[in-house]
């Protein structure tokens, strides 16, 4: 067998360790879901309906991982064929659907553009679109005004001068429901919400060597940048290896909803920073920028979340050349993580080993992490069947930026 077909099989595999994983968990979670592993192995459950939010000055992200957990079940029976994968997955986004009113995060993206989304595309179930379509509506409400155009808040409510003034780098990994929304419900106004905020963020997060900041803060009324800053990152200035990811994949899902290869491009120059950051290793640091350099803590969650986005912006790319070669990194980036990083090991439950919440909180700082587990097995679903879970974009038609 050549090269490409034993990718091929690796991923086949993964995605059978994948599935049984999935479904042994899931008759034994009860009414929670899994977020990282612990030390022992096991999972860290939470409620469904853990919003996010202040407690005095204490934030909390709430449960943005639970439409992670739908998203897998779908992917296992895409991969399976298993009908009662889907009836599950059915059955839990009974408990995900009440967080599409939560006016409180713009992790809303993420809770549905991995459930609801993935479901109405397998299923047409009108009702997937109507809980897709509620929960874009609070994502598009977070819009903040400027003097230089707009931007979407992520965190807390817009009363909130905290959260209002603050947007973070992986809100770009949530632009992908506006555009959906854009597209089903035929209402433009999604769509600009969403390119005002990636223009913003082109704007105010990128630095000059082409790294991205994890959060930024902004003046108001003028929409310059007052700070940049982290709290999961090493360091203000330090490249965070995980928002690179979320940036490379939000603006390509940009370039993909306006179809401005300009977009496109950007995600490139980002994916190239990375990729040169990345060198030889099988998986990305927590932060290239952690001085114990080769010895740093990993984060697999970083490498999926490229090479998911890698894959998307080949489908995207109207160069041939470009485009296969963008797909040979992303594939050659899951294909480490097969190797390297797939947890086969039933004590350890989880998927991908040394993903990397946050490591300044020490909260999963060498584990599972939902979020990293899903788009490394929607990035495998891409490579083994294409446009099962989502529809395969068309290239752009333009190579003008
Ligand atoms: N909130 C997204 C992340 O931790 O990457």
Redesign the pocket.
């Known amino acids: 067998m050549n090269e490409s077909g034993q990718q091929i099989t690796r991923f086949h595999e993964a995605l059978d360790v994948l599935a049984r994983k999935t479904m042994e968990d899931e008759r034994r979670l009860g009414v929670e879901f899994p977020y990282v592993t612990k030390p022992d192995g096991s999972w860290d459950t939470m409620y469904a309906s853990r919003s996010a939010g202040y407690t005095g000055d204490d934030w909390s992200?709430g449960n943005?991982f639970c439409g992670f957990w739908v998203g897998l079940l779908l992917i296992s029976h895409l991969h399976t064929g298993d009908a009662d994968m889907l009836e599950r997955a059915r059955e839990r986004m009974k408990l995900v659907a009440p967080r599409s009113a939560d006016p409180n995060t713009h992790?809303i993206g993420f809770i549905f553009l991995s459930s609801a989304l993935p479901a109405f595309h397998i299923t047409g179930d009108p009702d997937y679109a109507r809980i897709g379509l509620e929960a874009a509506a609070q994502l598009r409400a977070r819009l903040v005004r400027t003097d230089a155009g707009a931007y979407v808040s992520s965190w807390g409510p817009l009363s909130d001068p905290r959260g209002r003034r603050s947007s973070a780098i992986?809100t770009m990994a949530n632009l992908p429901l506006l555009y959906w929304a854009a597209d089903v419900a035929g209402d433009d106004s999604f769509l600009v919400a969403g390119e005002l905020h990636a223009k913003s963020t082109e704007r105010a997060f990128i630095r000059p060597d082409l790294s991205t900041y994890h959060a930024v803060e902004y003046d108001l009324p003028s929409g310059d940048r007052q700070r940049g800053y982290t709290f999961?990152g090493y360091s203000d200035e330090s490249f965070w290896s995980?928002g690179q990811g979320?940036a490379i994949l939000g603006f390509a899902e940009t370039a993909r909803a306006t179809g401005e290869y300009a977009y496109l491009a950007l995600a490139h120059r980002l994916g190239d920073r990375f990729m040169q950051a990345l060198g030889d290793a099988t998986s990305a640091p927590w932060d290239f920028d952690d001085p114990a350099g080769a010895a740093a803590t990993l984060d697999t969650a970083a490498s999926a979340i490229v090479a998911n986005a890698f894959l998307q912006i080949a489908d995207l790319e109207p160069d041939m050349a470009l485009a296969q070669k963008r797909r040979e990194q992303g594939l050659r980036l899951l294909d480490d993580l097969c190797r390297e990083h797939l947890s086969r090991d039933d004590s350890e439950r989880g998927f991908l080993r040394h993903g990397c919440?946050s490591k300044p909180h020490n909260i999963g700082p060498d584990a599972a992490v939902l979020?990293g587990d899903y788009y490394f097995a929607e990035a495998l679903l891409m490579a083994t069947k294409p446009g099962a879970l989502r529809a395969v974009p068309a290239k752009l038609s333009s190579t003008s930026a």
Request: charged share 35%.
């Open positions: 992200h943005w992790d992986d999961q995980r979320w919440y979020f």
